[in-house]
C-alpha cells in the first residue's frame, strides 16, 4: 500500500470504516456526523441559509429531494422530506423522475447534494417543471468543477467524477453510489446553452460559487475533522480573499432555476 492510500484510509471517518457505502446505516451514521462536528453544523447551517432564502413566500408545498441525514427542515417550515429508501428522517419515500404532487402544486423543490446522483436528469427537470408552479424555484446545493476541485475529488472522493462525459446520463448503480459529480458542471457549464435550449420553462437565476476549503478541512460527512471550531472564522477569511478567483478554486455552487411560463 503506498503512502497516499495510507492517508486515505486514515483519513476515513471511525464511524464509516469498514461500512459499506450501500449500508443503509450510512444515512444515520452522516447524521451523526455532523451531530458530532461543529464545524460541519456551521457549514450546513449556512448552506441551509442559503437554499431556504431562494425559496419564494405564497402557495404550494416545498419538497426536499434525498433529505438523508441534514436539518433543512429546521430552516423552512412544513418541508416535505423524502428519501429514495427508507430512512426515519424522511416522510416520504419518492423518485425525483416520478414526483407524487399535483401539476403545478409546489413552490420549490429543494436538494443537497443530490443532482449529480440522478442518473436520468432530463426527466427529473421535466417532472420538477410539472410540479412546480410558475414563479417557484428548484434550488440544489451541488459539488462544482474547478482546476481545484478536480484535484480533491479525484483523490479523496469516492463517486465517479467524469467532467469529459458526452452524455447527462449515466448507469444506476445505487442510490448512495451511482453518480457523476461532474454533473451538474456539466448541465449549467459546459452545456448550459443546450440545457436553455431544452428547458425554457427554466430560467438559470444564479449560479453561486462556494467554499473552496472549508467543507474539505471539516471532514465534512465521510473523513476525519483536519480543522478545530475555533478556526472556523479564520477559513472563512480565507475563503473572502478567494472570492475573485471562484471559478478557479470553488468547491461547490448553490444553482437555483426560477420557473416561468413560456409563450408559444
Known sequence: MSWFDRLRTWLVHPLLRGVDIHDPRVTDLRGEIIRSNPFVWRIYQEWYTGLSSAIPKGPGDVLELGSGAGFLKEFI???????????????????????????????????????????????????????????????????????????????????????????????????????????????????????????????????????????????GVSLRPLAPIWSYPLWVGLEWSFTPWLDKWAMFAQITLRRILVHE
Not at 404532487?101 to 440522478?118: E, K, P, Q, T, Y
Open 77 to 219: 417550515p412544513g418541508l416535505i422530506t423524502s428519501e429514495v429508501f427508507y430512512s426515519s428522517s424522511a416522510q416520504a419515500i419518492l423518485n425525483g423522475n416520478a414526483i407524487p404532487f399535483l401539476a403545478n402544486s409546489l413552490r420549490g423543490i429543494v436538494m443537497s447534494d443530490v443532482l449529480h446522483h440522478v442518473p436520468q436528469p432530463r426527466q427529473f427537470f421535466a417532472e420538477a417543471a410539472r410540479c412546480i408552479r410558475p414563479g417557484g424555484v428548484l434550488t440544489v446545493l451541488e459539488p462544482w468543477m474547478t482546476p481545484w476541485s478536480l484535484f480533491v475529488y479525484r483523490r479523496l472522493h469516492h463517486e465517479p467524477i467524469h467532467p469529459e462525459a458526452t452524455d447527462w446520463e449515466f448507469p444506476s448503480i445505487g442510490p448512495l453510489s451511482g453518480a457523476n459529480i461532474a454533473l451538474p458542471w456539466i448541465i449549467f457549464e459546459r452545456d448550459r446553452d443546450q440545457f436553455e435550449k431544452e428547458f425554457p420553462c427554466w430560467k438559470i437565476e444564479a449560479i453561486r460559487l462556494l467554499m473552496p476549503f472549508r467543507y474539505l478541512v471539516s471532514g
